[in-house]
């Protein structure tokens, strides 16, 4: 089945305690990103990727790293979460750039609480 | 401003009806348009995406896209209650690949 995963689903942590996040594509899709969901907004995008070993920061990388070294995998690291980033997390993939190949999917979410 | 905003909700409508979600951006370089929706507790899911001015239709579903304007709607008719969620517009450039931004959604009620 055609999937993007991430694991773990639910995280409480405690501030300064890095943690990582995990991202899975089996799409064979070149590009990947994270993104933070707050209540009342949007998607806002935290970093992209566009193939292995190439990424980009989005609209909110502040206290996140990423590294793409396969292209399946994406994760996402905070070294010394905050509070502020509690938050529900998404991952999504895409095929490429092309019409029709933008679309992107998402994973499960994971909901992460830092006290 | 935002980069893509969408009008406000929450927008109800009875069963039946026709549904208007909206969005605008201020990129004129955008070149790629997206509506997802997405129910409570749940992932975003694609419904249309749309390249050309002009409309696109999918079953009930019409995504219209203006670039002079820089507007996308989309439109749902014959409305079902199954169609209540959230539905995020988004919009990608053509100058920045891989970039990509959601509006903050608008969550739409149909009643049966």
């Known amino acids: 089945e055609a999937q993007v995963t991430q694991n773990p689903r639910y995280l409480i942590t405690v501030t300064g305690k890095k943690l990582t996040v995990t991202c899975s594509q089996n799409m064979n899709h070149e590009y990947m990103s994270w993104y933070r969901q707050d209540p009342g907004l949007g998607l806002r995008q935290i970093y992209y990727?566009?193939?292995?070993?190439?990424?980009d920061k989005g609209d909110v990388p502040e206290g996140y790293k990423v590294s793409r070294k396969e292209k399946r995998n994406f994760p996402l690291i905070l070294e010394s979460p905050s509070p502020n980033q509690t938050s529900l997390y998404f991952c999504a993939s895409s095929l490429g750039r092309g019409p029709g190949e933008e679309t992107q999917y998402f994973g499960p979410g994971t909901r992460l609480l830092v006290l | 401003q935002k980069e893509v905003e969408q009008n406000s909700g929450p927008l109800s409508v009875p069963e039946g009806a026709i549904a208007s979600l909206n969005c605008t951006y201020s990129?004129?370089?955008?070149?790629?348009f997206f509506w997802y929706r997405q129910y409570s507790g749940k992932s975003p899911e694609l419904i249309m995406f749309i390249y050309s001015n002009g409309d696109k239709e999918d079953g009930r579903f019409t995504a219209q896209l203006n670039k002079a304007s820089q507007y996308v709607s989309l439109l749902i008719r014959d409305s079902q209650p199954s169609d209540s969620a959230t539905y995020l517009c988004?919009?990608?450039?053509?100058?920045?690949?891989?970039?990509?931004?959601f509006g903050d959604g608008t969550t739409l009620t149909v009643k049966p």
């Open positions: 990129d004129r370089g955008s070149q790629s």
């Open positions: 990727s566009m193939n292995v070993e190439v990424t």
């Open positions: 988004a919009v990608n450039t053509n100058t920045n690949a891989g970039k990509s931004t």
